[in-house]
DNA sequence: CATGAATGAGAGTTCATTCAT
DNA sequence: GATGAATGAACTCTCATTCAT
């Protein structure tokens, strides 16, 4: 590619980032309803039309924060490193699960993205190819994990099973406490969040499971 | 209150039920998007206008969905008995805490109206005298879950946090679960709920909590 | 019905005929290029959402525009009436083709609602239910002419191919006349209309058919 | 003008030309609907401001588009020829006639732009000059016709009469057929055509006209 | 000459809500 | 209490056109 058209495709997908940016400005304030692209645009600085210049649709555009968001999940998991001097799977196992965990713990409006949108799409929204491509980046956020609980003994098998449940009970944490029904029982979702942890590794210890 | 005005307050109570019946069916076969007025007033054998007499909005609809729908969590969880002929706290535990688990498996929609609802709805859509009246029938829908566990000698602080956690823990499965997410794991959300029980059962047998 | 309900439905169908004016003023002002919701509206008086109390879609005010056009053509030729003191066949037929002749002549938008619309819809508008009764209505309006045809001693066949003939031609002169195509050979659709159906008297007398 | 303006003028031509084929076959293919200045400069190779270029509107293209299709109609009228070792004047109407008739029955589509345009334009898209250019060519394309007829005999005013005439039979017909109209008829509009013509004939040589 | 970005107007349609009756 | 009419604001999306570069 020339230097020109370079430039130019370079200029492009910063403008289609600033909209996404703005999508998501918008998206954390205002949420799934208000996120209308007229709102969008307004936060983006542009008219509505101009939008469709880099975003073929509303749905698109979902797809595109959902896919960006992922991307960021997994960086994140990627870039925790167990604690202590010889860590082990189980040091492994709490880094990595702390890590998605407190990823959607400071994101909240993420996790909506992630699941709340699923649900309010189904019809039209989410394409069977997109819906894929979030499965596999969510599988590849919480392999870690999984490969932890296998390399902590636990069959494959197990290894899948305890990992779905880990998962749905970070998953439940978080819903608690985004909605604000975790203050009701003065409860910390992380504390919680990392006993199970614990409880786990123990199980394991206890060959429990 | 005078005998005519009793009257008419039953007759209004009567037909605001049926509001609300009407409204739970559109919701459940048409989910939140479908659920308008419109829609509502149509099943329910009225004009749109006419729900304003029972309801001064549509938000109020749905809090009052959320209410009911939470009185009748309550009674399943009251109904639920353990098994067996000598039943301890152990199958107490376990018969209330399937029960609610099982309400909400059988009523995927009751959950979004719950949780889902919550954030999405405006300021005005969630008043606190009803957020509080959410919280409290709520709590009373886990009080037997948290009785059980004192029971089984956890401390009260520590019956409280395994309420939660068990409450956490069922709402992520249900969450995978409706949302489609369980199903790439290869998991069933019931196995796993039981198994979280016995689970727990096993720890507070151990004293690890 | 009772008294009321019926009066109400008087209401209701007379604001539909309201409503239908105004889509046909604007139809005949602004062509169906111009004639959007927005603007027969506006005609109407309304705002563009009351629209849609009286008719579904859009093209669902063509269908009626264009049904109602066909009535109002069915009885222009009904109401024709053969001139002379023992009127034959054959005034029967210059009576009649006439008659709808210059129902277009006279209104020349309502012949583009019955084929310019025609066309341009295909895809979405234009129900085939409503295709049949364009077509029937179409046919009705025909009948009188290929009956006239037949008494004239036409085999069935030749009538109907004779009056295909007749409603080509006399679409074809109308729609050069519409266009503004028949001044540039200085003629008048009207004399070459009434010249075609003589020759056609003709060629019958002479059994050249 | 020197070689340099001359050189770009050729070039320039050549662009046009390019992006009226594109209109064309986007016109053919989609329609006057789908034919948007964003698909034509597509089919073209060129964004759509360069479009812009070239023609002044959108209008503009159709203008061209009609007045190209117009010189294709002369061509075919020019190049048809007569029947028989010894063709009179009747069979040259025959053959000139039925040139100018399967030239629309084959591309219905440029009937659509020479009439079906003509009204739905906006006061500019049509410029008086652009309508006394289509009105020159399409008579042009009609003269032979004319010339035949007077060759057979007719008097000047009535060639120019059963010219038009004829003309609007053949219009008639192809409207029919265009709009799927002449099915419900059950007739061929090429057969009916060439029956019109016979008879046409038949009447001059009768000296009923 | 051509691009690519952007505008602005407008399209059809939906819906919660209001209010006179 | 209930109706039915209507509003008004919102929605997503399309398109001809302009203009700096």
């Given at each position: 590619?020339?230097?020109?058209?370079?430039?130019?495709?370079?200029?492009?997908?910063?403008?289609?980032?600033?909209?996404?940016?703005?999508?998501?400005?918008?998206?954390?304030?205002?949420?799934?309803?208000?996120?209308?692209?007229?709102e969008?645009?307004?936060?983006?600085?542009?008219?509505?039309?101009?939008?469709?210049?880099?975003?073929?649709?509303?749905?698109?555009?979902?797809?595109?924060?959902?896919?960006?968001?992922?991307?960021?999940?997994?960086?994140?998991?990627?870039?925790?490193?167990?604690?202590?001097?010889?860590?082990?799977?189980?040091?492994?196992?709490?880094?990595?699960?702390?890590?998605w965990?407190?990823?959607?713990?400071?994101n909240?409006?993420?996790?909506?993205?992630?699941?709340?949108?699923?649900?309010?799409?189904?019809?039209?929204?989410?394409?069977?190819?997109?819906?894929?491509?979030?499965?596999?980046?969510?599988?590849?956020?919480?392999?870690?994990?999984?490969?932890?609980?296998?390399?902590l003994?636990?069959?494959?098998?197990?290894?899948?099973?305890?990992?779905?449940?880990?998962?749905?009970?970070?998953?439940?944490?978080l819903?608690?406490?985004?909605?604000?029904?975790?203050?009701?029982?003065?409860?910390?979702?992380?504390?919680?969040?990392?006993?199970?942890?614990?409880?786990?590794?123990?199980?394991?210890?206890?060959?429990?499971?």
């Amino acid at each position: 590619m020339p230097a020109k058209a370079l430039r130019q495709q370079a200029m492009t997908d910063v403008r289609r980032a600033l909209v996404l940016d703005a999508a998501r400005t918008v998206f954390e304030s205002l949420g799934i309803e208000g996120a209308s692209i007229r709102e969008i645009a307004r936060a983006a600085g542009y008219t509505p039309g101009a939008i469709y210049s880099y975003f073929e649709s509303k749905e698109a555009i979902y797809g595109a924060l959902l896919a960006e968001s992922l991307e960021r999940l997994n960086a994140a998991v990627s870039a925790a490193e167990p604690l202590g001097d010889a860590p082990g799977p189980a040091e492994r196992l709490e880094a990595k699960a702390s890590a998605w965990f407190n990823f959607y713990s400071d994101n909240p409006r993420e996790l909506d993205l992630g699941f709340y949108l699923v649900q309010g799409m189904q019809p039209r929204g989410l394409t069977s190819q997109l819906n894929e491509q979030l499965n596999d980046r969510l599988h590849a956020a919480l392999q870690p994990c999984e490969d932890a609980l296998q390399a902590l003994g636990l069959a494959p098998e197990a290894a899948l099973r305890e990992t779905t449940a880990l998962f749905a009970h970070g998953v439940g944490l978080l819903l608690l406490k985004h909605t604000g029904r975790i203050r009701m029982f003065g409860q910390d979702a992380t504390l919680l969040f990392d006993a199970y942890v614990i409880g786990l590794l123990e199980r394991i210890r206890q060959d429990l499971i």
